[in-house]
């Protein structure tokens, strides 16, 4: 189950200096932002390096899934909420079913986000998985399928917080799939109609041959 719902200001969100004025050439969450980076670049350019310099595979797959680990959390319960305004997270209820909630901030609120924190979010957000996708088909066409398999955590991982932010800011699933639907049954309605019109047009159009004699 999908839950769209604006970001709360509880006790438990109120951490940082959200109520300071924001100016949008200065970062308001500096280190915030440092650490955003900071792991999931640094998983990149250890894996890099441990493939360059022939360094064990075990002491490289630890040390890229620890900061892979670290980047995950901390995206996605700090800097998410800090830098963009959005937040999404599960709970499971008293009968067990599983509850997703995707958050972001409406109103007044999204005017405490800083425009150069936003780029920074989203374009370390997308460029990562793009280039964590070419390692993997570097690493496949190399057949270095041990390697594979740590591209692919990484892929999970950066992945699960990219489709959740966009969740949080696109709207819940259900609404964007009925719109695709909506437009794709719009779409081939009126090619229907369209084809239907030009056959009815071109039979209109067609000349009627006048019945030849029959000479004998």
Not at 56 to 77: A, E, G, P, Q, R
Not at 126 to 132: E, S
Not at 151 to 175: D, E, F, H, P, T
């Amino acid at each position: 189950m999908n839950v769209n719902a604006p970001l709360l200001d509880d006790d438990t969100l109120g951490f940082g200096e959200e109520e300071e004025p924001r100016n949008g050439k200065k970062l308001t969450h500096p280190f915030v932002t440092f650490f955003h980076l900071l792991f999931r670049v640094s998983a990149v350019l250890v894996y890099l390096l441990c493939n360059w310099f022939k360094i064990s595979f075990i002491t490289s797959f630890v040390t890229v899934v620890l900061l892979l680990s670290m980047d995950f959390w901390t995206v996605k319960n700090i800097t998410g909420r800090l830098m963009v305004g959005l937040r999404w997270w599960n709970y499971v209820d008293d009968d067990g079913k599983s509850h997703w909630v995707f958050e972001a901030r409406k109103g007044n609120q999204q005017n405490r986000i800083n425009p150069s924190e936003s780029q920074i979010f989203w374009l370390a957000l997308i460029l990562c998985p793009l280039l964590w996708c070419i390692l993997f088909l570097t690493a496949l066409v190399g057949l270095s399928f041990t390697w594979v398999l740590l591209v692919c955590i990484a892929l999970v991982l950066n992945g699960a917080n990219l489709y959740g932010y966009v969740k949080c800011k696109m709207g819940s699933n259900q609404s964007i799939s009925r719109s695709l639907s909506d437009m794709t049954s719009d779409f081939f309605r009126k090619q229907v109609i369209q084809n239907m019109s030009s056959m009815m047009r071109s039979s209109q159009q067609q000349p009627s041959t006048p019945a030849q004699p029959n000479i004998i």
